[in-house]
């Protein structure tokens, strides 16, 4: 949540705002009251400024220009001023004639010292000015206009009297000059600071408390709500669904909730019928899963069986062929090698002098040939007698030990690693066929051996079946060869036949076997073969 959250934000602001509202209340306050003594003040500096004009003793004293006169007067003026509001007072005679001029000692500024800013002879009626002094004092300056006492006659007595409306020619009367006093706002401050710390002050800050309390209340009547439904909202957002917001009023903030509500009560049913999909969804995944195992597992074994049934049929017609064949082909050849013994007796040197010596060469080439035919045609006569299997229970290590003396090694520097389990079960078997099927692994691994190497047998027995393994240290077989080598007539030898692993593969797989072989070029090939034990 942020530092300054909405509850803070809405007591900050409705405080701020009752602040003002208390300072401006304040303000007018003081200022209708010190308006109010100001007009008070303006009203008394007129009535004593006209009193002192009107008064018959300052008409004497300025009609015969004596200042002794006026002491009485300005006695009676300072008994009527009773907050001693009366700072200076001045009387001018008419031009320019200061008669009197004396001030209060509670002044700072000497009366003398402040100028005279008006025109005696245009002063008709009392007036009123602020005048400020260079001090900075403050005086509400009244001027009133003194004329000459108006002698009335008789006539005149008697119309006044008897309420005649004869007119009579009033002559104007003869201004003697003015008179001048000034009001300090002395009292007015006096008053206005008494006001500001016992009226104005206490009342703004019982403004301000009762604003603060105000806006607390309303933010925990407003704002609490939405605060509590945002703490919810996370709740919610979060994965918690259960959540309900207390509706505690019918307004705004009472509708939210109840929105709320109805929305997580949704949610609630949206999560349920989603979570029912997706039970159902992983179900069918797992169904499908399953299906798709099959199917796999299914395609695996189709695969497996279209190559064996491809490979049995070339087996079978590699057998067909070599049983229909074989004899036909040795007899023929069994002629040609006597031909070529003859004929190599009788070029000899001994017998025909001066023969080329490439006619023996060839001869003796022709009679290699002979001998790979001939072995080709013993091969594919084997390959014709495996078609039946005589399995009996038979020690596997013995069949092993014996094909490793009849084996041929290609290299004597080949090394020979045996790691057999001991007390291996019997394992039922076409001991002769088996034996037939190790010695020609024994001798490939020696062949892929030229420069020497380790050759490792293991044996060991799982729960249902005995595993021999043939682990050869020679140049490997590619991946590409490897996809091929259990096809009849595949060989990578320049003098093989390609039916020695087929057959391997054929004899197992009637011993209901597996062989499978791992090989990378330049390491080695590992050769797998599974027997299963009889059950």
């Not at 500001?196 to 609490?224: D, E, H």
């Not at 029912?276 to 597992?297: A, C, H, Y």
Request: hydrophobic share 40%; glycine share 6%; aromatic share 8%.
């Amino acid at each position: 949540m942020n530092k300054f959250n909405i509850r803070i934000k809405f007591i900050l602001f409705t405080s701020l705002l009752i602040i003002f509202i208390g300072i401006s209340s304040c303000w007018f306050f003081s200022t209708q009251i010190k308006r109010q003594l100001e007009d008070e003040l303006k009203k008394r500096g007129y009535s004593l400024i006209v009193q002192l004009a009107q008064d018959g003793e300052v008409k004497d004293s300025m009609s015969v220009a004596q200042r002794a006169f006026f002491e009485d007067p300005i006695n009676r003026l300072r008994e009527l001023d009773r907050d001693k509001e009366l700072a200076f007072w001045r009387v001018l005679l008419v031009p320019d004639k200061i008669l009197l001029e004396e001030n209060e000692s509670w002044i700072e500024t000497n009366v003398a010292s402040m100028p005279l800013s008006f025109d005696l002879e245009n002063i008709t009626e009392p007036v009123f000015n602020l005048l400020s002094t260079n001090n900075g004092e403050q005086f509400y300056n009244f001027i009133a206009p003194v004329h000459e006492k108006r002698t009335i006659s008789e006539e005149e007595f008697a119309a006044q009297v008897f309420s005649l409306d004869e007119d009579y020619n009033e002559e104007e009367n003869k201004l003697l000059g003015v008179v001048q006093i000034g009001l300090s706002p002395r009292r007015i401050n006096k008053k206005m600071h008494a006001v500001l710390w016992t009226s104005s002050i206490p009342l703004g800050f019982i403004i301000v408390l009762v604003g603060i309390g105000v806006s607390c209340f309303i933010a925990r009547s407003v704002v609490k709500p939405v605060e509590d439904l945002v703490k919810l909202t996370d709740r919610v957002a979060s994965g918690d669904l259960d959540q309900t917001v207390e509706i505690r009023s019918g307004d705004e903030i009472g509708m939210l909730a109840s929105r709320f509500n109805q929305m997580t009560k949704s949610l609630r049913k949206l999560m349920g019928d989603k979570e029912n999909v997706m039970t159902t969804l992983r179900e069918l995944n797992k169904e499908l899963s399953t299906i798709n195992k099959e199917l796999v597992q299914t395609n695996e074994q189709l695969n497996e069986t279209q190559e064996r049934l491809i490979r049995t049929e070339k087996l079978a017609a590699v057998g067909t062929l070599a049983s229909g064949i074989s004899h036909e082909l040795r007899n023929p050849l069994g002629a040609i090698k006597n031909a070529v013994f003859f004929l190599k007796r009788k070029f000899s040197d001994r017998d025909i002098p001066g023969v080329d010596k490439r006619v023996l060469q060839f001869l003796d080439i022709m009679d290699d040939e002979i001998d790979r035919s001939n072995k080709i045609i013993n091969d594919l006569l084997g390959f014709a007698s495996f078609a039946k299997l005589k399995k009996i229970p038979f020690d596997i290590t013995e069949i092993i030990e014996e094909a490793l003396l009849r084996a041929k090694r290609a290299n004597k520097k080949i090394i020979i690693s045996r790691n057999f389990e001991p007390e291996l079960p019997m394992v039922e078997i076409d001991a002769n066929q088996m034996g037939q099927i190790f010695i020609n692994l024994i001798e490939n691994a020696c062949q892929a051996m030229t420069d020497g190497g380790k050759l490792q047998i293991k044996t060991r027995k799982y729960e249902d079946f005995v595993e021999i393994e043939f682990a050869d240290s020679g140049c490997g077989i590619s991946e590409k060869e490897l996809k091929k080598i259990f096809d009849p007539l595949f060989t990578t030898k320049h003098d093989g036949v390609g039916m020695g692993l087929a057959v391997c593969h054929w004899i197992i797989q009637k011993h209901e076997g597996t062989i499978d072989v791992t090989s990378k070029v330049g390491e080695g090939t590992r050769i797998f073969i599974k027997l299963p034990l009889k059950r």
